[in-house]
């Protein structure tokens, strides 16, 4: 049951994050809607990471760099989260 309140939480700020991403006219309420959908997965991932799990700094680049494959995020929101948090360009 440790992680069941933590997990409820999660899931609510990751809808809360898409909903202001979605309904949000203004730029840096998309951008921040984004933001909280990342932090949500970064604080799902740590269980699977274990003691390899990265900082937010380096999680967020990789996250950018594989969304850039997706159509979830606009052009703008996204070229504003690269330029805000930069992006991991290494491709396997």
């Known amino acids: ?33 984004i933001e909280m959908v990342i932090q949500s997965h970064y604080e799902r991932s740590k269980e699977a990471y274990g003691n390899d799990h990265p900082d937010f700094k380096t999680y967020i680049k990789h996250w950018l760099r594989a969304q850039q494959e997706c159509d979830l995020i606009d052009t703008y929101t996204m070229a504003s989260l690269i330029l805000r948090h930069g992006r991991d360009d290494q491709r396997d």
């Open 1 to 33: 049951m440790g992680r069941s309140l933590f997990d409820n939480r999660d899931i609510t700020e990751k809808r809360k994050g898409w909903d202001m991403y979605h309904v949000s006219q203004s730029l840096g309420n998309k951008v921040k809607g």
